[in-house]
């Protein structure tokens, strides 16, 4: 059963780490009389059917994801007391866990009330969580079938990604060196936990002090930024690169789709160059910490009028009444 620990610790800052195993996945469910209540000084962290404060909430050294990146995770939004695209997301981890054949030791009806039940114990209605699937405890080998158990493990927490004056007036992005990691590698739609390749790429990006860094793949075309979808927009249609030139098959990125047919736009999925980023209408970037993001400057090149465009912006607005209407309910 899970159990409610006292709060401790300092902060508010995400920890992600260690597995208790052999615990069981059902939830006792919060006093929803709670859910007023400001957000706590230290964060609740879920680890294998329990709750830790998060000064407590540690992993294993011997856990291949901190050993070998060896694990799965997704990041989900949730907005007004309701998770946003929860299905969609635990579909994407399940999807990525066969993948690679990691056992998630509990059942989807289990993981959304263990999630859900994470929300309750943090006293939050608006906020991210990091879900984190990890092979689990084994030895310094690389073998994954020394790992018994996999660890799950639920942050929910408050997340800003880019201050709101950047959605107002749009990102600026370079184009960095590290290519996007191959799919005949290591296949895109795998939401892994080694995201070295795309902190290469973010590292270039502070270097260059931009906001972020396009990313190319083999063949020299945009896959996706590091941890966003690219979508460009030329003459009033909307262009995103293929799922095969490298771009992870963002939730975000099929939102983006749903509201483009709603609103009778035309949106296609091509290769896409740096010359088409340079020389577009409009760019915007999507993902569910990001959202919809402006882009207005690439490699020193103005796009469009160097503001946020109209499309965009109806986007980012239809965008934001989805999150604040619909979802799984928190508190029912």
Not at 216 to 243: H, M, S, W, Y
Not at 251 to 266: H, Q
Not at 304 to 322: C, D, H, Q, V, Y
């Amino acid at each position: 059963m899970l159990t409610k620990t006292a709060n401790s610790g300092t902060g508010g800052a995400l920890v992600e780490d260690e597995p208790r195993q052999g615990k069981s996945a059902s939830v006792k469910p919060a006093d929803e009389s709670r859910t007023a209540k400001a957000v706590p000084k230290s964060l609740t962290i879920y680890i294998d059917g329990e709750f830790f404060p998060e000064a407590e909430a540690k992993v294993s050294v011997f856990d291949h994801g901190l050993l070998y990146g060896d694990g799965i995770f997704e990041g989900i939004r949730f907005y007004n007391g309701r998770v946003f695209k929860l299905e969609e997301h635990l579909a994407r981890l399940w999807d990525s866990a066969k993948s690679i054949c990691l056992d998630i030791p509990m059942s989807r009806n289990e993981m959304t009330e263990a999630l859900l039940e994470t929300i309750r114990q943090n006293d939050l209605r608006d906020g991210y969580i990091r879900l984190l699937v990890t092979r689990g405890v084994g030895n310094l080998g690389l073998n994954p079938a020394q790992c018994k158990r996999a660890s799950v493990i639920i942050i929910a927490a408050t997340v800003s990604l880019y201050p709101e004056n950047a959605y107002r007036n749009g990102l600026t992005v370079v184009t960095c060196a590290t290519r996007r990691t191959s799919p005949s590698a290591l296949n895109p739609a795998v939401k892994s936990l080694n995201y070295l390749n795309n902190v290469m790429a973010r590292i270039e990006a502070n270097l260059a002090g931009a906001d972020e860094a396009l990313m190319l793949n083999d063949q020299g075309n945009v896959a996706e930024c590091t941890a966003d979808n690219v979508f460009i927009i030329k003459r009033g249609e909307i262009f995103t690169p293929p799922i095969h030139a490298g771009a992870l098959r963002g939730v975000t990125r099929s939102v983006v789709f749903d509201i483009a047919a709603e609103l009778g736009l035309k949106i296609s999925e091509t290769d896409l160059t740096r010359h088409d980023v340079f020389v577009a209408d409009e760019c915007f970037l999507t993902g569910t910490a990001a959202e919809i993001i402006p882009v207005v400057k690439a490699d020193g090149r103005v796009i469009g009028n160097g503001k946020p465009g109209p499309i965009s912006t109806r986007m980012i607005a239809r965008f934001r009444e989805l999150t604040g209407e619909t979802g799984t309910p928190i508190f029912s």
